[in-house]
């Protein structure tokens, strides 16, 4: 059995984004637990939760999480294999100089590379000879294989969903590895070897920090291929679930480990099957579980009825979130989104009667968008206030490695992959940073659209149910938070004095944090509301 470190890179963050997320490293996590149930000695170096209040100048951003070479003194000297996790492709550059400063020390050591930017970008990542191998796609048995063939020296030539240079000799692609049909017999991910409590405390989930939250993956994979997401590629077409009773066992863990009482389904679709989510709801219920939880990725519509929505809010269900994407129907045909807008409308209404709080994702700046289409989605956000969603998060269109559309663009050379390509995708959650893929609209003026996007649906949102405003200002003075903004509008009175150097400039040099080091204010350091004794300010 070898000695296999796991690393998650620190994160990366502009000074004028809005929001952070803080969220446990999910598959990262999975594959710990799984190298640790085969018996290997696991350690995981999360560069994030390792120490979520540090931001560092790094390149051309800013670090969030320890930096490069705290990150490689930690690395265990007897380490046989370092696999690194590396999900976001505006990642790849600190991940790269981790790799290479990694590769300093230990020359011998195997470097392997899973998620979804190496599954995306394969030869542009084995292009560095720090990386040795690229895992594609669903990691675990991929990562199994691979750590055997190192531990005994057999030929790698036959593993599938592997990557690798070949002496020399080129890149060599293995064929795909099919997906693993069988989720329920893996462990759960391996929360035990990160800092998990930081993360609880830090209330910085996906969705609304309701209480102790943990992210948790009911299935994996989605049976759609829209052409601006990169699942197709990821995942492939293969929806796969876990038993619905053996999610609420895992549930029934974390609550007992960790005090765990609020829960975010990161899945791609978590509704996709109506049985599979009555059986899920049915079981909480029949188990007379008490939770909140959370749907915070868009979910589909197709069989989401009045009765789903009733017996999901009976079951805890407190937030959810649909993804319209567009208001023109000539662009949704355009990303092949196949959505029945009428559907989400439907689904919506029903979801607000059950009380339950609904986001809507929305983007705008589609390469073939005209001021038309964007004129209908003005309409669309107006029709969503109208109808009930509490919010909306608006994203500028960003072409995103592993989608389709970004691979014509690729083929186009519209995409020049340099370090400014890469930190610059992170765009999509920065109200300053914006970078137009439509030659229709200028950056400024894309940025623009979207405020009054924003604006837009907020100002008929509040004029349609004006206690909602007074609802939210309520909870933002009380640090309660019910909903996304609510918890952006938090962080961001938490983050003010960093928010506001980022904007002026003025960061670097600051004299008391050192050269090149941000300093956070501490509100957001863990206060007495959120008490390691499980007790939270839910209400
Ligand atoms: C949950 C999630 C998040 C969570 C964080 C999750 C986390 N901490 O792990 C939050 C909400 C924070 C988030 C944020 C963002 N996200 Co996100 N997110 C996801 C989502 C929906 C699910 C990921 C997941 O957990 N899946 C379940 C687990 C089991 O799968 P997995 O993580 O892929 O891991 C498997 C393999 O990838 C592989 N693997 C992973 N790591 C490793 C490591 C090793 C060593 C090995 C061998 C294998 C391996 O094996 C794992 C198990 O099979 C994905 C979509 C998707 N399906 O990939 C997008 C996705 C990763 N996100 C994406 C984006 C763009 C973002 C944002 C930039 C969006 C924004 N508006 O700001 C931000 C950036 C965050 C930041 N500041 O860095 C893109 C990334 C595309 C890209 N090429 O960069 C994705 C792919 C969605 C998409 N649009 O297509 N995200
Ligand atoms: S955007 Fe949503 S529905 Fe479309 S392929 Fe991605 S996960 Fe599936």
Known sequence: MANVTIIVPPQIVTLTQIGSCGVPPIGASYIAGYMEKLGHTVEVIDGLGEDMYKYTKWGISNVRGITIPEIVNRIPRDTEVIGISNMWSHAWPVTRDLTIEIKKVYPKVPIILGGVNPTSLTEQVLSYPSVDYCVLGEGEETMRELVAALESGSPVKDIKGIAYRNNGNGI????????????????????????????????????????????????????????????????????????????????????????????????????????????????????????????????????????????????????????????????????????????????????????????GFVVIGFPNETKEDIKNTFKMLRKLAWIGFHEVSITTFTAIPGSEIFYELLKEKKVELNDEF??????????????????????????????????????????????????????????????????????????????????????????????????????????????????????
């Open 172 to 359: 060599v692609i293995n064929p795909k590895r099919e997906r693993r049909k069988d989720l329920d017999s893996l462990p759960y991910p391996a929360y035990h070897k990160i800092p998990l409590e930081t993360y609880i405390q830090i209330r910085q989930p996906h969705g609304a920090g309701r209480g102790r939250s943990l992210p948790i993956i009911g299935t994996r994979g989605c049976p759609f291929s829209c052409t601006f997401c990169t699942a197709p590629k990821v995942w492939s077409k293969d929806w796969i679930t876990r038993d619905p009773s053996r999610v609420v066992d895992e549930i029934q863990y974390h609550m007992e480990k960790y005090k765990a009482d609020d829960f975010q389904f990161e899945d791609l679709t978590a509704i996709t099957d109506k049985d599979w989510i009555m059986r899920f709801s049915e079981e909480l219920m029949r188990r007379n579980i008490k939770i909140s939880w959370q749907l915070p990725c868009g979910t589909r519509t197709e069989t989401f009825d009045e009765e789903v929505a009733r017996t999901i809010s009976k079951a805890g269900c407190t937030n959810i979130t649909f993804a319209p994407e567009s208001g023109s129907v000539d662009s949704l045909r355009w990303v092949q989104k196949k959505l029945d807008l009428n559907n989400v409308y439907k689904a919506a209404r029903y979801s607000v009667k059950a009380g339950i709080t609904v986001c």
């Open 422 to 539: 890469y930190v610059g995708l992170l765009c999509m959650s920065d109200l300053m940073a914006v970078t137009s893929w439509n030659s229709n609209f200028t950056d400024k003026q894309l940025a623009r659209l979207r405020v009054r996007a924003y604006m837009n649906f907020f100002f008929f949102a509040y004029l349609f149910r004006p206690w909602r405003f007074f609802k939210s200002f309520k909870n933002v003075i009380l640090k309660r938070q019910e909903n996304k903004l609510e918890k952006v509008v938090y962080d961001m009175l938490c983050k003010w004095r960093t928010n506001l150097k980022g904007i002026l400039g003025i960061h670097k040099n600051r004299k008391d944090g050192g050269e090149g080091t941000l300093l956070t204010t501490s509100c957001c350091q863990p206060d007495s509301l959120m008490k390691v004794d499980g007790s939270s300010n839910r209400t």
